[in-house]
């Protein structure tokens, strides 16, 4: 079992910056595969960056590419979201999801993850 806590969201200004932090329960937070999600009320859930167990692979959506980085540190069992230049459209409620790290393949099954977070809001004004 995995519990995942979000904190970092907020208000901030279009062109801000805000850094969300993800912390995880367990012992076995290396061999999980991390990702962070965003959700719009009404909407379907969007996936947002991903990062593999040794956090030397990442992958992005193209809507946050360039903007976003997703890291982690495995000795402090915490991922991150450092969000740059915030729009507008970035506002969501965000959630950290976790998955066994899995094959070679882990960058597709961590859009359908075993254990969630509860969300962080974030609200970007324009």
């Known amino acids: 079992q995995v519990q995942l806590v979000e904190s970092g969201g907020g208000l901030v200004q279009a062109g801000g910056s805000l850094r969300l932090s993800c912390a995880a329960s367990?012992?076995?937070?290396?061999?999980?595969?991390l990702g962070w999600f965003r959700q719009v009320p009404g909407k379907e859930r969007e996936f947002v960056a991903a990062?593999?167990?040794?956090?030397?692979?990442?992958y992005y959506a193209d809507s946050v590419k360039g903007r976003f980085t997703i890291s982690r540190d495995n000795a402090k069992n915490t991922v991150y979201l450092q969000m740059n230049v915030l729009k507008p459209e970035d506002t969501a409620d965000y959630y950290c999801a976790a998955n066994p790290q899995g094959g070679t393949n882990w960058y597709l099954t961590i859009r359908t993850p075993a254990y969630w977070g509860q969300g962080t809001q974030v609200t970007v004004s324009s």
């Open positions: 367990g012992r076995t937070f290396s061999t999980y595969a």
């Open positions: 990062i593999n167990w040794s956090g030397g692979v990442t």
